[in-house]
């Protein structure tokens, strides 16, 4: 099947340009693309179904005054950037999706994938979002409508089989993943944050199992034979937490690393939140593993969030923090709302804490830079 | 002699202290910003140097925003620290909560044993800061002092926009509806007063509070602050220096 690109193609910069090819070709070859925007996406079953999925999180404020001629200005950036990349044709991943694929997380990203499916058909997945009334049961039962759904739309058989098989891959990869960031566990850490993030975003564009599971692999040896093992010895060991920080970075964890310190851990959706739990593969049911799975994820969407109190001492713990940094996205109700309990939970365990509430734009930088150094110089 | 030297260069005003090995104090020079903080370092070194201090030999710090624009500093610490040590400095005890209202932001710092333990900063708004004040007494034809004074003898009027202008365009109409000035000024003092509160909310208020920056000798801001945070708001003539002493005191153990 032959597949156009966008219209103004010719005026992207080389990178992006690549990466629509480079989708392209895929679909050519017959793969599907799914779109997803979040940690609580049961990619098993898109990978049983035959799809590639990818992440749509939008991490630029390129798009976002594009998206504000629909969305409020007041919200979260990206929700914005994601919501612009669609509108503008400029993101290749969102641009060829078949199919893209939401939940019922925060109620700005609700709204917006209502409206993105006028632009993409977006499936929506309700996820309950505490654990007082029958969740399981609750997303068990949506996980099968969502199978049901891609068999009958795109012509496809799921299998338990398929699944479960699907699962210990996935499982795999979170494992892989995981010995890749346990690396920060030594002192001092081989990695600084930004290498190590720059890895994690690496991995996923990269479309098979195999390919992923061998590029985490060689990462890993690579860090272990090559990386300068002193380059941090001295700095003071932060935990980064909070919302997905992709479009921030150079404002929070670079400013932390100029500053004297070393991010050792991210408990954000792209670090150790998406890789810790796995699935029960030889479970009897392994919908509802799978299922299982993706509930003992510490999102602030969930009420009370007792899985990030949980998680968050223990991290402390494992990777010899010294200092807790939280970077939210302005506008972000659930995580913005939650430092106050945060910080009561550092206060407990006597470490320091930082929150900052941030966007997409440079106009702050400044001004972060200053706290992220005196909170260094706190320590 | 030798000479510890710290330089403050906020959004607003720039401020010298200049201490002696006993750390006593022997200058204070204070001078507007103005839009380049490089050639306000520049002149700052010039005035050291003509009012007879070997600048090759002094020890210099350099804090606040334009910290990074003195190239002949042996050091920059950030204001949070730099605060934390001058209030201790100038209020003699090492158990404190600094209130610091400077220009483009506030902060509450809470210090222990002389030691920053904890701080909050205003996030990207200029709502509680100097420049809001600033910006309203312009809008009403006064000086910030005088706004502060007639505020005293203002009441039952209040801004409810934190946004700095949107607040102005409500002062406009207070002013159109033909609202008596202290009444607006009242309204601007204690829409800041409200805004610092808050933030003090967020964290652990030590018995002894200090107000530093520029707007510490307005005695009527301190005095609602207090009323507002149930605590006595301490004031010093050196408060709008805190910042400048805690870098001397930092240049004390710079090595060169």
């Given at each position: 099947m032959e597949y156009t690109l966008p219209e103004?193609?010719?005026?992207?910069a080389d990178a992006r340009k690549a990466g629509f090819l480079r989708v392209k070709g895929l679909k050519e070859q017959g793969g599907k693309v799914a779109g997803v925007f979040c940690t609580f996406t049961p990619t098993e079953i898109l990978d049983a179904a035959g799809f590639v999925s990818v992440s749509l999180c939008g991490m630029s404020d390129e798009t976002i005054p594009a998206a504000e001629s629909h969305l409020p200005k007041n919200m979260c950036p990206l929700i914005k950037s994601s919501y612009g990349f669609a509108l503008t044709d400029k993101c290749p991943y969102t641009y060829f999706s078949d199919l893209i694929v939401g939940e019922t997380t925060c109620d700005g990203k609700k709204k917006m994938y209502e409206m993105l499916n006028d632009i993409k058909p977006t499936y929506i997945l309700h996820l309950p979002q505490g654990y007082d009334s029958d969740p399981v049961t609750i997303w068990t039962n949506e996980l099968r409508r969502f199978i049901k759904f891609l068999e009958e739309k795109f012509n496809v058989t799921i299998t338990d089989e398929m699944l479960r098989d699907a699962a210990r891959k996935r499982n795999i990869q979170r494992q892989t993943h995981l010995k890749l960031m346990e690396l920060q566990k030594q002192c001092p850490p081989p990695l600084g944050g930004m290498q190590m993030y720059a890895t994690m975003e690496g991995v996923g564009f990269v479309f098979t199992h195999e390919e992923r599971v061998a590029k985490l692999n060689a990462l890993r040896e690579s860090v272990e034979t090559n990386a300068d093992k002193n380059q941090f010895a001295g700095a003071k060991r932060i935990m980064v937490t909070g919302c997905p920080i992709g479009g921030v970075l150079g404002k929070t964890v670079k400013a932390i690393e100029a500053s004297g310190g070393v991010v050792v851990c991210f408990e954000n959706c792209s670090g150790i939140k998406a890789a810790y739990q796995m699935v029960d593969t030889e479970a009897e049911d392994i919908v509802k593993a799978i299922a299982e799975r993706y509930l003992q994820i510490g999102c602030?969407?969930?009420?009370?969030?007792k899985e990030r109190m949980k998680m968050i001492p223990k991290l402390v713990e494992e990777y010899k923090v010294d200092g807790i940094v939280e970077v939210d996205l302005q506008a972000c109700t659930p995580y913005c709302t939650e430092t106050f309990k945060v910080k009561q939970l550092a206060d407990s365990l006597n470490i320091p804490y930082l929150a900052v509430e941030t966007d997409y734009s440079q106009s702050d930088s400044g001004q972060l830079s200053t706290r992220m150094e005196a909170f260094l110089e706190m320590l | 002699m030798k000479y510890f030297i710290g330089i403050d260069i906020g959004s607003t005003c720039a401020k010298t202290i200049v201490m002696d090995e006993n750390k006593q104090i022997v200058h204070r020079l204070l001078q507007p910003t103005g839009w380049s903080s490089v050639d306000t370092a520049q002149a700052i070194y010039a005035k050291l140097e003509e009012m007879g201090i070997n600048m090759k030999e002094a020890n210099v710090v350099a804090t606040g925003y334009g910290r990074i624009s003195v190239p002949y500093a042996d050091k920059c610490v950030t204001e949070i620290t730099c605060h934390g040590r001058g209030t201790c400095f100038v209020y003699g005890s090492q158990d404190l909560t600094v209130i610091d209202i400077g220009g483009q932001d506030t902060k509450l710092i809470s210090v222990e044993a002389g030691m920053v333990k904890d701080f909050i900063m205003n996030d990207k708004c200029s709502a509680g800061t100097g420049r809001f004040l600033e910006v309203m007494a312009n809008t009403l034809g006064l000086r910030p002092e005088e706004l502060c004074q007639l505020a005293a003898q203002g009441s039952g009027v209040s801004i409810s926009s934190m946004c700095t202008v949107f607040a102005e365009s409500e002062v406009i109409s207070l002013i159109g509806r033909g609202e008596p000035k202290q009444n607006i000024a009242f309204a601007v003092v204690d829409s800041i007063v409200k805004k610092v509160a808050s933030q003090a909310g967020r964290l652990t208020l030590g018995k002894t509070v200090c107000l530093t920056g520029g707007l510490c000798e307005f005695d009527y801001l301190c005095e609602s602050l207090g009323k507002k945070l149930n605590v006595t708001v301490n004031t010093n003539p050196d408060g709008r220096y805190a910042g400048a002493i805690g870098a001397a005191l930092s240049a004390m153990n710079v090595r060169k």
């Open positions: 103004q193609f010719e005026e992207f602030s969407v969930m009420t009370p969030n | -």
